[in-house]
């Protein structure tokens, strides 16, 4: 497993929690991309905040490995890290919670690609924040979807898939645990032989696109279900910035938790 040449893509605590699973087991990639707490993205033109954000450059630094930011609408690009890839001779790079689409010109530098980890059973919840949807939506059951990234929109082969339950009391705080959980399992399997690794094609017709989630998308509708609203708050509770009401005054009044009697 040691010997893996891979680059590190990422920048969320779950990315954190991923990255030092992999060092404690001396799993120790070649460079860390990572993107700024507060980063340009294509669909707002202001700089959107990641509120899951945690700084990889520490342990970058830690461990004595290469580390660059992207910041990719107005700064620097994916695609002009290219010859720096190139240069490594990587095996594989690893997408583990990240927000740009990866251009197929980075993609092929690699001997196997560039595999990344949805937190969705795969072709359902593609796209933007899987798991707030699956709570939305009131699911009880989601997963993990290792796949091999394409084009599209985390429309790859699969490679290993990992379900766990959503319970009713469940916060996106306790789902977002059993997602790294999950993802920590996948990967301690796969890696340990990626030359062993089988691909399964998606059915690019199944494929279920979700929007990405902005924290003025957290206000409640009043005129749902108590069940309804009740999934609505505890997808968004903490580290989300929340669900809310509006005030008279005009000022937001966060719900972090409900009890339907």
Not at 250 to 255: H, R, T
């Amino acid at each position: 497993m040691s010997k893996l040449s891979f680059a590190f893509f990422g920048a969320t605590n779950y990315s954190k929690e991923l990255l030092l699973f992999l060092l404690e087991k001396d799993i120790i990639p070649k460079v860390i991309f990572s993107i700024p707490k507060e980063f340009n993205i294509s669909y707002s033109k202001e700089k959107v905040k990641n509120s899951n954000y945690a700084n990889l450059k520490e342990l970058a630094d830690k461990y004595n490995i290469l580390y660059y930011e992207i910041d990719s609408v107005n700064g620097k690009r994916t695609k002009d890290y290219e010859p720096i890839i190139k240069e490594l001779n990587l095996d594989l790079i690893l997408v583990l919670g990240w927000y740009y689409m990866l251009p197929k010109s980075i993609r092929a530098l690699t001997k196997y690609g560039a595999w990344g980890i949805h937190a969705s059973l795969l072709p359902k919840y593609a796209g933007g924040a899987p798991l707030n949807w699956a709570i939305i939506n009131g699911e009880k059951e989601t997963g993990v979807t290792l796949f091999r990234m394409e084009d599209g929109v985390d429309d790859g082969d699969i490679i290993a898939q990992k379900s766990f339950s959503i319970e009713y009391e469940d916060t996106i705080k306790e789902v977002y645990a059993k997602a790294t959980i999950a993802s920590k399992e996948i990967l301690n399997q796969i890696l340990s032989n990626v030359k062993k690794v089988k691909f399964k094609p998606q059915d690019k017709n199944k494929i279920e696109i979700y929007p990405q989630r902005k924290p003025e998308d957290g206000e409640i509708d009043l005129t749902k279900t108590s069940e309804e609203i009740y999934n609505f708050v505890r997808a968004q509770s903490n580290p989300y910035p929340g669900a809310f009401i509006r005030a008279i005054d005009g000022k937001k009044l966060i719900i972090e938790r409900l009890r339907i009697e």
